[in-house]
């Protein structure tokens, strides 16, 4: 009986999902093999700024993109439970009176028929679908997927935002830096134009070189002004990171960050951290909540067998309700046995293995830019390294320089014209080094992103036949 009704039912068809998912690993092996405990949940606290630990707790508590990434999670957890709900029978009671006037000519005959009288029911009702195929813990399936998926979604908002805070701050204390180099970038200038006035007054300099030293001057006073406004602006960006206005912008302290002598990067960089990544858990979760919906749509091709039961009381006469005659029952099993619909099981399973297909290949694709997205960060920071190093030997050979021009200029052996040239050099290799240190925090910054920041929610999923599949697959 069972084949037969199986043989009745509508088919399928050929419909089913054709994308495959891409394997991390090959991927991602020329990054390195082994084990590195990093990156670490608060990360950015090794940058030893205590100011910078409060603005990202401010942020966490008060960024409108966390907030609807909490209310997503919420919709998707409420949606599983109402999924979840599935699974339980339905039982509920109820109650129902009236007052009517029953007919003279119906099938009540009388003294009912003809009279106005009052009725009631009392019953409680049972239903409960037996869900042979699976299709209720299909759909449970599928809801607690995007429930992951919305849980790993509020994680990845959230190692945005703290990585755009942590950036700002960096971008903030290389303008400050900078800002004190053109302050004494200026000061050395307007030295340099005032020995120059002298000279020329004195008849030992030409008027081009004093015009040369005013715009020098004046250039460098420019510079200045436009860092000025740059670290203006950059208050006011962080500030709105941070969900404040321009009035708390002012009140921005200057960064500490405390310099690094080692990025603090791991000499491996293991496959599976990009398993860590919640953008690719989220990706690894819609997958698998899109196979659940596949089944479900599936599942509606086959017979469903539902049971209805109920009992109470009913009566004509509210006086007679409760009387033990008045007592009712009954049973109705009941099946459907879908036959024909015009094609729409089969669009909405067409459908679904779309949707499926689509699930695979965003993960896809979301893989890749992972993979691409650390090794262009890993190429970042090593050449960032070498050239750092050199720019601090530049550095300190510039500032050797200068101390020998300035103790020439004390033994009277030079003028002070020669050592405010070494100074401008010297200042020069100093605006250098400090871009590349900006430069290399903002690589580390993107790595520590790319690698999931610390995220760590165990991701292990399972596929529709039980097996376990790793988030990194």
């Given at each position: 009986m069972p084949a037969l009704l199986l043989a009745a039912c509508a088919t399928p068809g050929d419909s089913a999902s054709h994308a495959t998912?891409?394997?991390?690993?090959?991927?991602?092996?020329?990054?390195?093999?082994?084990?590195?405990?990093?990156?670490?949940?608060?990360?950015?606290?090794?940058?030893?700024?205590?100011?910078?630990?409060?603005?990202?707790?401010?942020?966490?508590?008060?960024?409108?993109?966390?907030?609807?990434?909490?209310?997503?999670?919420?919709?998707a957890r409420a949606l599983a439970d109402s999924a979840d709900a599935r699974r339980f029978a339905d039982v509920s009671l109820n109650a129902q009176a009236s007052r009517q006037r029953y007919t003279a000519n119906g099938m009540i005959p009388p003294p009912v028929?003809?009279?106005?009288?009052?009725?009631?029911?009392?019953?409680?009702?049972?239903?409960?679908?037996?869900?042979?195929?699976?299709?209720?813990?299909?759909?449970?399936?599928?809801?607690?997927?995007?429930?992951?998926?919305?849980?790993?979604e509020r994680e990845s908002a959230r190692q945005v935002l703290i990585a755009a805070v942590v950036d700002a701050w960096s971008q903030l204390n290389r303008s400050y830096r900078l800002l004190d180099i053109a302050d004494a970038q200026v000061k050395q200038r307007e030295r340099q134009q005032a020995l120059i006035q002298q000279l020329l007054a004195a008849g030992l300099s030409p008027r081009g070189e004093a015009n040369s030293a005013r715009s020098t001057a004046a250039s460098a006073r420019q510079e200045r002004l436009a860092l000025r406004e740059q670290l203006a602006l950059q208050r006011h960006q962080l500030a709105a990171l941070l969900g404040r206005g321009p009035d708390f912008a002012a009140t921005l302290p200057r960064p500490q960050l405390q310099a690094q002598a080692d990025d603090g990067v791991p000499t491996v960089l293991p496959a599976d951290l990009l398993g860590r990544r919640p953008d690719l858990v989220a990706a690894r979760w819609r997958v698998e909540a899109a196979r659940?919906?596949?089944?479900?749509?599936?599942?509606?091709?086959?017979?469903?067998?539902?049971?209805?039961?109920f009992t109470g009381y009913s009566s004509i006469g509210l006086g007679q309700l409760l009387k033990s005659g008045s007592g009712i029952a009954g049973i109705g099993p009941a099946l459907?046995?879908?036959?024909?619909?015009?094609?729409?099981?089969?669009?909405?399973?067409?459908?679904?293995?779309?949707?499926?297909?689509?699930?695979?290949?965003?993960?896809?694709?979301?893989?890749?830019?992972?993979?691409?997205?650390?090794?262009?960060?890993?190429?970042?920071?090593?050449?960032?390294?070498?050239?750092?190093?050199?720019?601090?030997?530049?550095?300190?050979?510039?500032?050797?320089?200068?101390?020998?021009?300035?103790?020439?200029?004390?033994?009277?052996?030079?003028?002070?014209?020669?050592?405010?040239?070494?100074?401008?050099?010297?200042?020069?290799?100093?605006?250098?080094?400090?871009?590349?240190?900006?430069?290399?925090?903002?690589?580390?910054?993107?790595?520590?992103?790319?690698?999931?920041?610390?995220?760590?929610?165990?991701?292990?999923?399972?596929?529709?036949?039980?097996?376990?599949?790793?988030?990194?697959?």
């Amino acid at each position: 009986m069972p084949a037969l009704l199986l043989a009745a039912c509508a088919t399928p068809g050929d419909s089913a999902s054709h994308a495959t998912l891409t394997d991390a690993q090959p991927l991602a092996r020329q990054l390195s093999q082994g084990k590195a405990p990093w990156p670490q949940d608060r990360w950015w606290a090794a940058l030893g700024d205590a100011q910078l630990d409060r603005l990202i707790d401010m942020a966490l508590a008060d960024s409108p993109s966390l907030h609807l990434a909490e209310a997503r999670l919420a919709k998707a957890r409420a949606l599983a439970d109402s999924a979840d709900a599935r699974r339980f029978a339905d039982v509920s009671l109820n109650a129902q009176a009236s007052r009517q006037r029953y007919t003279a000519n119906g099938m009540i005959p009388p003294p009912v028929a003809g009279t106005v009288r009052e009725s009631g029911q009392l019953t409680l009702d049972f239903a409960y679908d037996f869900d042979f195929w699976g299709r209720n813990r299909q759909y449970i399936a599928a809801a607690v997927s995007q429930t992951r998926a919305a849980e790993a979604e509020r994680e990845s908002a959230r190692q945005v935002l703290i990585a755009a805070v942590v950036d700002a701050w960096s971008q903030l204390n290389r303008s400050y830096r900078l800002l004190d180099i053109a302050d004494a970038q200026v000061k050395q200038r307007e030295r340099q134009q005032a020995l120059i006035q002298q000279l020329l007054a004195a008849g030992l300099s030409p008027r081009g070189e004093a015009n040369s030293a005013r715009s020098t001057a004046a250039s460098a006073r420019q510079e200045r002004l436009a860092l000025r406004e740059q670290l203006a602006l950059q208050r006011h960006q962080l500030a709105a990171l941070l969900g404040r206005g321009p009035d708390f912008a002012a009140t921005l302290p200057r960064p500490q960050l405390q310099a690094q002598a080692d990025d603090g990067v791991p000499t491996v960089l293991p496959a599976d951290l990009l398993g860590r990544r919640p953008d690719l858990v989220a990706a690894r979760w819609r997958v698998e909540a899109a196979r659940g919906n596949v089944g479900a749509a599936r599942a509606e091709f086959y017979p469903n067998v539902n049971l209805t039961t109920f009992t109470g009381y009913s009566s004509i006469g509210l006086g007679q309700l409760l009387k033990s005659g008045s007592g009712i029952a009954g049973i109705g099993p009941a099946l459907n046995l879908p036959l024909f619909d015009g094609g729409r099981r089969r669009a909405n399973l067409g459908d679904a293995n779309a949707d499926l297909d689509l699930a695979i290949e965003q993960y896809n694709q979301s893989l890749l830019d992972a993979v691409r997205d650390v090794a262009d960060q890993v190429a970042s920071l090593n050449a960032l390294a070498a050239q750092a190093q050199e720019a601090r030997l530049a550095l300190v050979q510039a500032g050797s320089a200068r101390t020998l021009a300035q103790t020439r200029f004390t033994a009277g052996l030079a003028s002070e014209l020669t050592t405010l040239a070494s100074d401008d050099v010297w200042l020069a290799r100093q605006r250098t080094l400090t871009d590349i240190d900006t430069r290399r925090l903002t690589a580390r910054i993107a790595l520590i992103k790319a690698l999931g920041g610390g995220y760590d929610a165990a991701p292990q999923t399972h596929t529709q036949e039980g097996a376990p599949v790793s988030a990194a697959q």
